[in-house]
């Protein structure tokens, strides 16, 4: 679809259906603001190193499961 047609087509639509295409346009711009996104033309090493940097800047909150669940030994008890 051209861009002019694409005009054309907006300009027909109603309120409601307009307000559904700005949400649409919102979600889009909020999607690119995402750090995964922000690093499209990395290499796959840039890539890890921004993802761990990334990780390591989250809140260090909450509860980790006790060392013996990841023994191996313990899992199918």
Known sequence: MRVEE??????KLDET???LV?????AL???????????AEKS????????LAWVSNLPKVGHSLPDEAFDRATIYD
């Open 6 to 11: 694409l005009k054309q087509r907006l300009e």
């Open 17 to 19: 259906q307009l307000q």
């Open 22 to 26: 700005a949400k649409f346009v919102s």
């Open 29 to 39: 711009e909020e999607d690119t603001d995402q750090p995964w996104n922000r690093h």
């Open 44 to 51: 796959p090493q840039e890539k890890a190193e921004a993802f």
